[in-house]
């Protein structure tokens, strides 16, 4: 999976750091960064708490097709 930001919508309230902390880091100023752009499923719970709690719904998956099957 990839996950996509949208900085427009972000406004840095850091519930995705929160949520999943090894994908997402939210400076004190600013919006969200992305450390960890493609992570694996182990991630996917995580990452996928973080898309649904966002107030802003500034964050979606984009599934890759080529690549959703058998990278494990
Ligand atoms: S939870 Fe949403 S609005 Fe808050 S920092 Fe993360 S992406 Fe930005």
Request: proline fraction near 8%.
């Amino acid at each position: 999976m990839r996950i996509v930001v949208d900085p427009d919508l972000c406004q840095g309230h850091g519930v995705c750091q929160d949520e999943a902390p090894a994908v997402f880091t939210v400076p004190k100023r600013g919006t969200v960064q992305i450390t960890d752009p493609t992570p694996g499923d182990a991630q996917r719970h995580a990452v996928e708490a973080a898309i649904r709690y966002c107030p802003t719904r500034a964050l979606s998956i984009a599934d890759d097709e080529s690549s959703a099957k058998g990278t494990d």
